[in-house]
């Protein structure tokens, strides 16, 4: 079980954990629900009508790992358009789409965020430090997509477009600063490639 999940009788997965590897995982979560940032009405009273008719922003964020994140919905971004006019009604598709639509999103990847900080926090500790972290199948759900969004994150911060920029990673040397969010990046997708194993039928 160490270093990736395993199923759990009944459903669910489960894999050891030891303190750094909590602490990293917790971390990245933080700074994951930071980034998407607290939602509409946040500091307003709550309103479920309002809550039900909020629309979302129409332009894609500025930040790369947003635009990552909460890509547009219409249109190859490698491949352009045919004419101005395609261009323009890609980008009024794209912004309705996005007006509608992003506010769910990025609750639902707060909520999954926040899902995993809350079952790593409720953790006991193992007698030699770490421990195992027993998940029922939602919450194994509720990992899997957080675990996307940090793979999506870092990517976009590590600027990995296709599979070549992937195998580039193994070969950087020791002393490059971005070896450390390289080893989180491919240590998470081993993470999130067992976790599908256990998921399936």
Request: charged share 25%.
């Amino acid at each position: 079980m160490p270093g990736h999940f395993e199923p759990l009788p009944g459903g669910g997965a489960a894999v050891a954990l030891d303190d750094v590897e909590i602490s990293i995982i917790r971390s990245l979560a933080v700074q994951l629900l930071e980034l998407i940032g607290p939602g509409p009405g946040a500091d307003a009273p709550e309103d479920p009508l309002a809550e039900l008719f909020a629309e979302g922003p129409s332009e894609p964020p500025a930040d790369p790992v947003l635009r990552r994140l909460f890509p547009d919905a219409y249109g190859d971004p490698e491949q352009a358009p045919a004419s101005p006019a395609e261009a323009e009604e890609r980008r009024a598709h794209s912004a309705e789409f996005r007006r509608y639509t992003e506010n769910d999103l990025r609750a639902g990847k707060r909520e999954s965020a926040l899902g995993v900080i809350r079952s790593l926090d409720a953790l006991t500790p193992a007698g030699e430090g770490g421990a195992v972290l027993k998940l029922t199948p939602q919450e194994s759900r509720q990992w899997l997509g957080a675990l996307n969004d940090l793979r999506l994150a870092i990517g976009a911060r590590l600027e990995i477009t296709d599979e070549d920029d992937t195998d580039l990673l193994y070969r950087l040397p020791d002393e490059d600063p971005r070896k450390p969010m390289v080893l989180a990046y491919l240590w998470l997708g081993g993470l999130q490639e067992t976790l599908v194993s256990t998921l399936m039928p």
